[in-house]
């Protein structure tokens, strides 16, 4: 698979644009659906995204692999808004699949790279001081579309300007809309002089990292490796899948199946070449014992996933390197370290903030996509209740068996 960057002219730097001035500019949105398209966007996507509040998962160093390894069964509905200058002010990376609902075919339009690798913060790419302007064109323009049943929007940010303007778009009685909350995502961030140690001690973590790190660190060839170039990933990122597999016994939510692998072998060079990627390795005698593979956008350091051998569990080989990218997020400046999704009980030791993302659903009446909104409801019901009534194990074991059923279908 080869990836090129194409030559494009792009905003110069004097022609900056706020609020204020664009509500003396015409905005046209465009609907993108060619992939020859999307993969020659990616310097103007770059240069947008570097200019706006966005989060890393709306990069198109994520998102273009996604859809070639993950979605390529999706139609492409990216939505880009451009003054009429031409200046890229906004995108909004949405795709259309096909989904059946009493034997009815439903058109879902949701974001791309909203399945399988845990994507986080998922909204538009506006420039910064121009969100809720863009959200407006886009979700007019959507409206105004008879072409899609069901728009779903998942993991955007609590505060995202899009709940506001797409909830006032479809306020029409034609629409149904809804919001609920979707997941818990632990954050620490840190003042300016922050160091390392004095992090530590307001951690419940101190006493155990220090003790490990120090037996660790005593062990023959003991060292930690941090790998970020391009052309030095493969092996790295190998070990990575390796002993993520073995922490997780292939069951993992994050990193399951090899078209999951190949996007990230992908996705982790194209972000590696704008410097966002950073795989840790902790080494003992030339072995690998643990990994986290990390992502870094801005000032803010990203823990993706983990993994460790399990058979070096009651030396904490996990926890030792987990407080090691600590270090080297704070030595390194940056301003926040964010777990993503989930409040396990070792992200809860480490960190004392938390934000939340939302899902919005917006369905055309009187049509299909109300029936999939129906038997999608009934089913959770269903899957609440046997959660409720059934051993533990059972539901493990379930949800185990559909996570290896959808790494066949790759």
């Known amino acids: 698979m080869v990836f090129s960057r194409e030559s494009s002219v792009l905003i110069p730097a004097n022609?900056?644009?706020?609020?204020?001035?664009?509500?003396?500019?015409?905005?046209?949105v465009e609907r993108i659906s060619d992939p020859v398209r999307f993969a020659a966007l990616r310097p103007e996507w770059d240069e947008l995204f570097d200019a706006s509040a966005a989060a890393i998962f709306t990069a198109w160093e994520w998102l273009y692999p996604w859809f070639h390894r993950l979605g390529r069964y999706r139609e492409l509905q990216i939505h880009t808004v451009r003054t009429d200058g031409g200046d890229l002010v906004g995108i909004m990376p949405?795709?259309?699949e096909r989904r059946r609902a009493l034997g009815r075919s439903v058109r879902r339009l949701s974001f791309l790279g909203d399945a399988r690798v845990g994507s986080e913060y998922l909204d538009l790419i506006a420039r910064r001081g121009l969100e809720t302007a863009v959200a407006a064109e886009i979700s007019a323009a959507l409206r105004d579309r008879n072409d899609w049943h069901?728009?779903?929007?998942?993991?955007?940010?609590?505060?995202?300007?899009?709940?506001?303007?797409?909830?006032?778009?479809?306020?029409?009685?034609?629409?149904?809309?809804?919001?609920?909350?979707?997941?818990?995502?632990p954050y620490q961030s840190f003042a300016?002089?922050?160091?390392f140690d004095r992090y530590l001690r307001r951690t419940a973590r101190r006493e155990n990292y220090l003790r490990r790190s120090r037996w660790l660190r005593a062990q023959p060839g003991f060292h930690i490796e941090r790998d970020s170039e391009p052309d030095c990933l493969t092996l790295p990122l190998a070990e990575f899948f390796r002993l993520h597999t073995l922490r997780w016994a292939g069951d993992?939510?994050?990193?399951?199946?090899?078209?999951?692998?190949?996007?990230?072998?992908?996705?982790a060079v194209l972000l590696a070449e704008r410097g966002q990627v950073r795989l840790y390795t902790l080494k003992v005698a030339g072995r690998a014992l643990a990994s986290v593979y990390a992502i870094v956008h801005g000032r803010k350091f990203v823990f993706y996933q983990s993994g460790y051998d399990p058979d070096w569990r009651s030396n904490s080989v996990g926890l030792v390197l987990l407080g090691e990218t600590f270090r080297d997020c704070i030595d390194s400046g940056f301003r926040?370290?964010?777990?993503?999704?989930?409040?396990?009980?070792?992200?809860?030791?480490?960190?004392?903030?938390r934000r939340r993302t939302v899902a919005m659903r917006v369905i055309r009446k009187c049509g299909p996509g109300e029936w999939l909104d129906r038997q999608e409801r009934a089913f959770a019901a269903a899957?609440?209740?046997?959660?409720?009534?059934?051993?533990?194990?059972?539901?493990?074991?379930?949800?185990?068996?559909?996570?290896?059923?959808?790494?066949?279908?790759?």
Request: glycine share 4%; with cysteine.
């Open 252 to 267: 993992s939510d994050g990193v399951a199946g090899a078209a999951v692998e190949a996007f990230h072998r992908d996705a």
């Open 383 to 410: 899957r609440d209740t046997a959660r409720s009534v059934l051993p533990k194990r059972w539901v493990e074991q379930i949800r185990s068996h559909r996570r290896r059923a959808a790494q066949l279908r790759d």
């Open 150 to 185: 069901l728009l779903d929007l998942l993991d955007l940010p609590e505060d995202s300007a899009t709940l506001a303007a797409f909830r006032e778009a479809f306020s029409a009685p034609e629409f149904s809309v809804r919001i609920r909350q979707r997941c818990v995502c």
């Open 15 to 28: 022609r900056q644009l706020d609020a204020r001035a664009l509500s003396s500019v015409r905005l046209a």
């Open 336 to 353: 926040e370290y964010d777990f993503l999704r989930g409040s396990e009980p070792y992200k809860l030791e480490w960190t004392t903030q």
């Open 94 to 96: 949405l795709s259309l």
């Open 192 to 195: 300016a002089g922050e160091t």
